[in-house]
């Protein structure tokens, strides 16, 4: 089993972890691992300094995805900016029962 990390990890983590390079499938699918990964950790975060660290996880790996595949954070927004006028926001906290 693989897990993506930060490209530091390598120079601070001890001498019995093995790293590889990935193949662009492989990284793309690890990226996406990543953003489960880290979505589920800003779900568990317990104080707002805690969220704060992971939503900046979060960021990093979708920027990594964006770059990946891209897409720039300005085209990303215009597709966001759509679907607030199409569908609305977040923001009145309604939620559908399923």
Do not use: C, W
């Not at 691992?33 to 979708?62: H, M, P, Q, T, Y």
């Not at 927004?77 to 607030?84: A, L, Y």
């Amino acid at each position: 089993m693989k897990k993506l990390v930060r490209d530091k990890i390598p120079d601070i983590a001890n001498e019995n972890v093995s790293f590889d390079i990935l193949s662009n499938d492989d990284y793309r699918t690890l990226l996406r691992e990543k953003l489960v990964e880290e979505a589920n950790e800003v779900k568990e975060s317990s104080s707002r300094a805690n969220l704060v660290e992971e939503l900046g996880d979060l960021e990093e790996v979708l920027r990594a995805i964006l770059t990946d595949a891209s897409i720039t954070y300005e085209e990303m927004d215009s597709i966001r900016q759509s679907k607030i006028i199409q569908h609305g926001k977040f923001e009145n906290k309604i939620a559908m029962s399923i």
